[in-house]
């Protein structure tokens, strides 16, 4: 049943089963199947189906508010349990974002590895979307990603680590490429990158919205990309344009070009993701070098 009451709260955050599905990597027929299954068990109905969506019922209300917090706790049982028997006593294992790592993360790094000099560090690169599922499933104990990371708020501790400025990526031949910042109402013509949901989760949403704000266009997308790369790719070879957060600045490629954004308000946070209980030391350690040095 575990599986389904998984599956269930992704389907309760997203008010839909196609969304849900997507994130799930799953097919709509199995994940409808699966919510059946999990109404049988429950003795009634927990979702209302309505040509927008779904909404939870009274009995969905109440499961939602129930099992959050239940998984988290079972999770995190388990988790250390996991250790125990891979002889892993002190560890910390960190999701990241490659393209922040090197301004937000690397001086935490080496203070924790100064602080705690037996402490072991597992760095996995993951995307947003990665680093959601790795923390759903234990498999790391803290995340440096973006707001899409805002949906885990009620499964963990979410803290809002910095908010970063926005840049434009464009073509290195593009008309505006020699300007100091650029208007988003410069760029209703152009087409945008848009990127796998499953990788960064809400991007393109975003993205139209902030467009719609401060430009008063809907825009046009071209892809979806799967990685920073990929984006940067598209952008050079495709005459495209990206909306991204100045910390890529660092990651940029031959072909491309990055123009501040002029927009006030067009910011991005950095969130810092970790599982709930209480921390070890060197976790403490890690959280409060992240924040003293942002």
Not at 91 to 102: F, H, K, L, P, W
Not at 159 to 177: C, D, G, K, W
Not at 232 to 248: G, H, I, K
């Amino acid at each position: 049943m575990l599986p389904q009451i998984r599956a269930f709260l992704i389907v309760s955050e997203e008010g839909s089963i196609n969304r849900a599905a997507e994130r799930l990597r799953l097919s709509q027929s199995a994940l409808s199947r699966q919510m059946q299954a999990l109404e049988h068990e429950m003795g009634g109905t927990l979702l209302e189906r309505t040509s927008n969506g779904v909404t939870l019922t009274p009995a969905g209300q109440a499961l939602q508010a129930a099992m959050g917090t239940v998984l988290t706790h079972y999770d995190r049982a388990v988790t250390d349990v996991r250790r125990i028997v891979r002889g892993e006593k002190n560890i910390i294992r960190i999701g990241y974002m490659a393209s922040a790592a090197r301004e937000y993360l690397d001086a935490a790094l080496k203070h924790v590895r100064a602080a705690h000099p037996d402490l072991v560090l597992k760095l996995l690169d993951l995307s947003p979307g990665e680093q959601i599922a790795a923390l759903r499933a234990g498999e790391i104990d803290v995340g440096l990603t973006d707001e899409s990371a805002e949906v885990l708020a009620r499964e963990f501790y979410t803290r809002v680590l910095v908010s970063i400025p926005s840049v434009i990526a464009l073509p290195e031949q593009h008309r505006l490429r020699k300007l100091g910042s650029v208007r988003l109402t410069q760029l209703k013509n152009e087409v945008f990158v848009k990127s796998d949901e499953r990788e960064v989760p809400g991007l393109t949403r975003r993205t139209t919205a902030i467009c719609w704000k401060h430009g008063k266009f809907r825009p046009r997308f071209v892809g979806p990309t799967h990685s920073l790369a990929e984006t940067f790719q598209t952008v050079a070879n495709e005459n495209a344009v990206a909306l991204l957060p100045s910390f890529v600045r660092h990651n940029a490629v031959t072909g491309v070009t990055m123009v501040p954004l002029a927009d006030e308000g067009v910011t991005w946070k950095l969130l810092v993701v970790w599982q709930r209980g209480k921390p070890s030391k060197a976790l403490r350690t890690l959280l409060e070098a992240l924040f003293k040095h942002a």
